[in-house]
């Protein structure tokens, strides 16, 4: 499901509602997609554990991951309803401010971000009962606060960032930086104050989310195959990217979503 709103149209990416009542825990593994994702949540907590560096497994309700976070392992047992926001950096920074650029790698409660207004949101969202409401409800939160932080991203970043989209990632940095006829180093920092990511990591993370689709897909293709298609130099070109960025091989990724999401896996 999606906001409707269309001042929210260029800025979410997704926006989808996740309700769930598990006897058994429910164990995934989420990699960084490039996207800032906001969590607003209510009922069970959330258990997520690090994987790279390997951290204690901790409690969230609702929480912040950054746009190149850490491979996570999260948990969930019991009665818990989210929506779960994906955020273009570039819009995160214009939603949620400056500071939502500057948090790093691991999840980040959203209390210890909003402060009071996380609680607030979180209260309002557990009291309406249907879908409609709930996403009206986030989206007046997401307009209001994208009206309050009034910090616009650049235009010459917006257009770099949907290109690099658009290529999914095949596009070089310097092709970008010459069409906007900036220097390198000019458009590396200016794209990385407005996004909180370089543009090279920008463009990993799209290559990563069209493998990791595939792979899912695709459960029979040959790894080699889909290195191909994302257009890595070769199957072990593929193995180390996907590795650097998900925490685990591309055949491990492959087997953690055959096995099943709620058998007790470990970290990859």
Known sequence: MHPSGAVLKDAVERCQGFSANLREPLRRLEVARGRVVLVIGCGDPLLMAS???????????????????????????????????GLAPWAAGEIL???????????????????????RLAESLAQVCTWQARFSLVERFLVQSRKQTRQPARGEIRWAWEMIERTGGRIAVTALSRRLGWSHRHFVACFRAHTGIC???AARHMRLVRAARMLAREPDMDLGMVASRCEFADQSHFT???????GCAPGAYRRFLEIGATSPLTRP
């Open 51 to 85: 994987c790279e560096p390997v951290r204690p497994w901790r409690r969230y309700s609702s929480f912040l991951v950054g746009a190149d976070h850490a491979p996570l392992l999260t948990e969930h047992r019991g009665t818990r309803l989210c929506i779960d926001v």
């Open 240 to 246: 180390r990217e996907f590795h650097r960025l998900a």
């Open 97 to 119: 401010g400056e500071g939502v650029r500057e948090i790093g790698r691991q999840p980040v409660p959203l209390e210890a971000f909003l402060g009071r207004k996380a609680e």
């Open 199 to 201: 543009p090279k990591a």
